[in-house]
């Protein structure tokens, strides 16, 4: 009995070339993509490079949340131009999470929560709160002590709700002779408050320096004065 013919093997399936249209519209994606972190680039979105701040972080984060909202960014674009921004440890960490999560499609919303859990977690924004609720002027100028208040608060917000609630908190801080030149007045706005802590601080400078003088031309009014003869019999 005649063996049977071997079968011939298939061939090997054709290779899939993308077709024009596919090819072009890749190219456009790219296109976009370039012009729209461009676009966050000019509107002051800086590279994050993954800092261990919680200050820096969450600055990053709104700021480039707020300008996707200012320039219409697409939400199905929004985590591929937040990435584009990410450098060093922070590039290093979202290609773990990538990794980590390789089967899905993760959202805005999904790269907040992974970048939050990283480099503002609650344990680091409790830390913040707790500063803010210590926070005093001191040392500090009052648009010093006023840019720290706004920087902490927003790890506080629910100690803060209202403009008067930031305005009791603000003017608690201010050191002791300001918080007693302005605990009578009523202030509607934050800005208000500082104005006139600005306008008190140079008033108590100015008298400061104006006794400090007094005091000097005194003293060297006394030291060049001949003495004056002692009092007793004449001779």
């Not at 480039?64 to 320039?71: A, L, P, R």
């Not at 999904?110 to 503002?120: A, G, T, V």
């Not at 908190?169 to 918080?179: A, I, N, V």
């Not at 008190?200 to 030291?223: I, P």
Request: proline share 6%; with cysteine; aromatic share 8%.
């Amino acid at each position: 009995m005649a063996n049977a013919a071997t079968p011939m093997p298939a061939p090997p399936p054709a290779p899939i070339i993308p077709t024009v249209l596919e090819a072009a519209t890749a190219i456009n994606d790219v296109v976009q993509l370039v012009r729209l972190v461009k676009g966050m680039r000019e509107m002051s979105c800086e590279p994050y490079s993954g800092e261990q701040n919680v200050e820096v972080a969450g600055r990053w984060i709104r700021k480039v949340e707020k300008t996707m909202i200012q320039i219409k960014i697409p939400h199905d674009l929004r985590v591929d131009c937040a990435t584009q921004l990410l450098s060093d440890g922070a590039m290093t960490w979202w290609e773990i999470v990538q990794l980590r999560r390789t089967t899905e499609t993760l959202s805005w919303d999904d790269f907040k929560i992974e970048f939050e859990n990283q480099y503002y977690s609650k344990y680091h924004c409790k830390m913040k709160e707790q500063e803010f609720l210590a926070l005093r002027q001191e040392g500090m100028s009052i648009l010093e002590y006023e840019r720290r208040f706004h920087d902490l608060s927003l790890f506080a917000p629910h100690y803060v709700p209202s403009e008067q609630n930031m305005i009791e908190k603000l003017r608690d801080g201010f050191r002791q002779e300001l918080k007693q030149g302005l605990i009578a007045l009523q202030f509607k706005t934050v800005r208000e408050l500082i104005e006139a802590a600005q306008a008190l601080e140079a008033c108590m400078e100015k008298g400061q320096q104006s006794h400090g003088g007094v005091g000097k031309r005194k003293d060297m009014e006394f030291l060049g004065r001949p003495p004056l003869p002692k009092k007793g019999r004449s001779e």
